[in-house]
C-alpha cells in the first residue's frame, strides 16, 4: 500500500509516523507543498491514502485517483479539500482537530502581547543602534473578543484569565456550558467588536465566513483595538484591513494567514501597525509530532483494519 503526503513538515521531528506506517507495510510517497494538479493526480494514480499540508485537492484530482481510500488532513482545516466530491466517492476525510491547538492558542496570545507592547517594533530599533523607550498599552484586564469559541478559542479563554480579561464570544453554535463554567459572556458579533480591546478570529473559512470581517465590521471596532487572526486569511476582507489602518480606524493588527500564500508582497507590509508572520502558529516540535502520528494512525486505521476514521468531517 502507499501514502502520498504533501505536508512538509509530516515527520519532520520524529520518525514515529514513518515506523507506524512501515510496520504496516505502507510506502510513504513525498510530493512537494504546493504540487500543481498534474503532479498531484499522476502521484495518486496508484496511491491508496494522502496526508495532505497544501495543495488543491480538488474534484477532478479526487475523482482521477481511482485507489484513493482515505484524505487525511495534517492539520486543521480543510478548504483545500473538496469535501462533495470525497463525499460523492465515498472516500472518508479526516483531520487531526487537536494535534495543535495548544501551540496555535500560545502563537495567538503572543501576537497580542506583542502588538499590544510594540515588541517587535522595539527589538527592530534596537538591533538598529537605537535604545527607544516606546510607550504601548497593556493587555492585563482588557477585553477579549473570541470569534469562534472552538478547541482553539477556548484554550485562548484559559490564557486570557491569567491576564484577568472579561472575554466575549461569538459562535454560530454556543457552547453554554463552557462559557459559564468560565466565565465567557456569548453577544452578538457587532456587540462584540464594539466592546472588545482585542479580537481574535478562530473560524473554519467557508462560504459563510469569506471576508466576514469587512469595511462595516471593521468600523464597529474601537480605535484602539486590534485584530488577531491566525485562522484562515480569507475571513478578512484584507483591502478594508489595510484602508482601516492607514486611516487610523483600529489601533493595529497581527496576522498569520493571509488569503492568497505565500503572501511574498503585500499593501498589508507597508502598514507599522500591521505585525506579519507566515502562517507559522501552529508551528513546534511538539504539536508536528502529534499531528503525524494522529495522520499515521488514521491511515492504518482505514487501510488495515477497515475502520471508520476516528475524525471523519
Keep these: 500500500m502507499r501514502v502520498v503526503s504533501t505536508s512538509p513538515s509530516f515527520a519532520m521531528y520524529s520518525d514515529e509516523p514513518l515506523q507506524i506506517l512501515r510496520e504496516h507495510r505502507i510506502e510513504v510517497v513525498r510530493l512537494p507543498a504546493h504540487a500543481g494538479e498534474r503532479e498531484l493526480i499522476g502521484a495518486l494514480a496508484d496511491a491508496d491514502a494522502i496526508i495532505v499540508g497544501y495543495g488543491d485537492i480538488n474534484r477532478n484530482v479526487i475523482e ?24 460523492e466517492k465515498g472516500i472518508p476525510v479526516t483531520n487531526v482537530p487537536h494535534g495543535n491547538k495548544m501551540a496555535v492558542a500560545d502563537y495567538a496570545f503572543g501576537l497580542m502581547l506583542t502588538i499590544a ?6 527589538n527592530e530599533r534596537t538591533k538598529r543602534g537605537e535604545w527607544p523607550k516606546m510607550v504601548a498599552g497593556e493587555v492585563y484586564g482588557k477585553t477579549l473578543g ?5 478547541r482553539i478559542g477556548k484554550e485562548m479563554v484559559r490564557r486570557a484569565k491569567g491576564f484577568d480579561m472579561p472575554v466575549l464570544a461569538y459562535d454560530p453554535y454556543p457552547d453554554a456550558a463552557f462559557a459559564e463554567a468560565n466565565g465567557v459572556r456569548f453577544v452578538s458579533l457587532e456587540e462584540l467588536l464594539g466592546e472588545s ?35 484562515r486569511g480569507g475571513l478578512i476582507d484584507e483591502a478594508a484591513l489595510e484602508e482601516a489602518l492607514r486611516d487610523g480606524k ?20 507597508e502598514r507599522p501597525n500591521c505585525l506579519a508572520t507566515s502562517h507559522v502558529a501552529g508551528y513546534t516540535y511538539e504539536a508536528i509530532d502529534r499531528i503525524g502520528v494522529a495522520c499515521a494512525n488514521q491511515v492504518v486505521s482505514v487501510l488495515v483494519r477497515g475502520e471508520e ?3 471523519r468531517l
Design 309 to 311: 476514521p476516528v475524525h
Design 117 to 122: 507592547r510594540r515588541i517587535h517594533e522595539a
Design 250 to 269: 483600529i489601533a493595529g493588527c497581527a496576522l498569520d494567514v493571509f488569503e492568497e500564500e505565500p503572501a511574498k508582497e503585500h499593501p498589508l507590509f
Design 197 to 231: 480591546d482585542f479580537v481574535t478570529l478562530h473560524l473554519p473559512l467557508d462560504e459563510r465566513t469569506h471576508r466576514l470581517i469587512g469595511r462595516e465590521a471593521l468600523g464597529r471596532m474601537k480605535r484602539t483595538a486590534y485584530l488577531l487572526n491566525v485562522s
Design 64 to 87: 482521477s485517483s481511482p485507489r484513493l481510500k482515505v484524505i487525511c488532513k495534517h492539520g486543521v482545516g480543510v478548504d483545500n479539500i473538496d469535501l462533495a466530491a470525497a463525499r
Design 146 to 150: 473570541v470569534v469562534g469559541l472552538g
